[in-house]
Every structure is written in structure tokens, then in C-alpha cells.
């Protein structure tokens, strides 16, 4: 109940594609749904997130899709460019615990 | 403004050593973590800190002791380093947990390898 499931594990698109990247989860305590980026050599960053009260959030190329129903959300990169080429990493979690469930990742490579 | 600063950044040991990987951060934050990342598995939390002087186990302490030194600093040993814990390692720190929105700001991490 605690896990994050997130696919794909590994994304090949070509620049100016729309790769998308779906996670999904159980405990519908989860309150915060945040991305994290992280390029080769570096620490996750993180990207952009979301509030189960919302449905979508856009924060410049990247919009997150929430569907508090299906208990999904996912990912969307617009006008892909190959300096998105990283690893993608979903989470979820709750207020007050400490318990920040990440996704197993998935790697993008979008191709000049 | 460093952020989180994670030393060293490489390491090799062989089995049965033990060593210290040490963590600071900057921003004045409540919280820190340790986690390990491992091809396929994501992030997986082995101790945390939710304020100066608490710490507590995560998802996979066997093997690792956590000191929170102070509120900058936490840092995470190795008694008897195995094969098994070969791993990218990093830290981060948070505002608190209890706050809306809990951000975590990752370090560089520390490659290691156990022989």
C-alpha cells in the first residue's frame, strides 16, 4: 500500500515529442505528489508538484495530470529538447511522517 | 549558498571496513535524510533526522548508524561495509515535516564501492 508504481522504466523520443511518464499509488493519504529530476552525476531536483485538490499543474513546459479517482498521475514534457534527457523519479507523501515514497525512476533520452 | 554538501564523493572499500560519509547543509532546515539509489529500486530512505537530536530508522537501516552532530550536519556510518551496500548515497535536508509542501534538496551524492 505504501508503494509507487511508475512506468515506464527507460523513454526514447525525438526532439520536440511529448514523452509521458505514469506513476501510481495506493494510500490515499498521500497528500503531496512531487517529481523529481536528476541528471547523470547529480542529486534529484525537484521539478514540479501537486496537491490531490488539483486535476493539472503546468509550470512551463511540464504540466503534471492528476486523477485522484484512479489514483494515478503522471508527467507530461512538451516541446521535448535533449537537455531534458535525464532520470524522472515520481513521489508521493504524506504530511507529518516522514515517509517520502519514491517511484523506481524513469530514464528519458530525447535524440537531437 | 552550498546547499547540501556531501563528502566524499567517492569511496572504495574493501569487505569488513567501516567508514563515515558526512553530510552539511546550509538552508537552516529541520530535517535531513540519508537514502540509497540502486539500478531498478529508486530511492530507498535508510535513517532519517526530524529535528536536532531525533533520528530513526527508514525503509533499510541494517548495517548503517546515523549521528545528527547538529542542526547542519548528519552523518551516516558504515561499522562493516559489505559488497551489498555498493551504492550511490545521498542526503538531503527538508524544512520540517510537518510543513505543506515537503521539498527535499538533495546533495551530489557519494559513489561506493565495496569490494
Known amino acids: 500500500q505504501q508503494q509507487v508504481k511508475q512506468s515506464p522504466q527507460s523513454l526514447i523520443v525525438q526532439k520536440g515529442g511529448i514523452p509521458i511518464i505514469n506513476c501510481a499509488y495506493e494510500n490515499t493519504a498521500f497528500d503531496y505528489f512531487p517529481w523529481y529530476q536528476q541528471f547523470p552525476g547529480k542529486g534529484p531536483a525537484l521539478l514540479i508538484a501537486i496537491r490531490p485538490d488539483v486535476s493539472e499543474k503546468k509550470e512551463g513546459r511540464f504540466t503534471i495530470s492528476f486523477n485522484k479517482s484512479a489514483k494515478q498521475f503522471s508527467l507530461h514534457i512538451m516541446d521535448s529538447q535533449p537537455g531534458d534527457s535525464a532520470t524522472y523519479f515520481c513521489a508521493a507523501w504524506t504530511r507529518g511522517t516522514y515517509k517520502y515514497i519514491f517511484g523506481t525512476g524513469t530514464r528519458l533520452k530525447v535524440l537531437a | 549558498n552550498a546547499g547540501v554538501t556531501q563528502t566524499p564523493k567517492f569511496q572504495v572499500l574493501k569487505t569488513g571496513q567501516s567508514m563515515t560519509l558526512q553530510c552539511a547543509q546550509d538552508?537552516?532546515?529541520?530535517?535531513m535524510y540519508w537514502y540509497r539509489q540502486d539500478p531498478g529500486m529508486g530511492l530507498r530512505l535508510i535513517y532519517y533526522?526530524?529535528?536536532?537530536?531525533?533520528?530513526d530508522k527508514g525503509e533499510v537501516p541494517n548495517g548503517y548508524n546515523v549521528s545528527r552532530l547538529n542542526k547542519r550536519e548528519f552523518s551516516l556510518r558504515l561499522e562493516s561495509a559489505a559488497p551489498s551496500q555498493t551504492s550511490v548515497y545521498f542526503c538531503?535536508?527538508?524544512?520540517?515535516?510537518?510543513?505543506?509542501?515537503?521539498?527535499?534538496?538533495f546533495g551530489a551524492g557519494t559513489r561506493l564501492s565495496v569490494l
Open positions: 538531503a535536508s527538508s524544512e520540517a515535516l510537518w510543513t505543506g509542501e515537503n521539498i527535499q534538496y
Open positions: 538552508m537552516n532546515h529541520n530535517s
Open positions: 533526522s526530524a529535528s536536532e537530536g531525533t533520528t
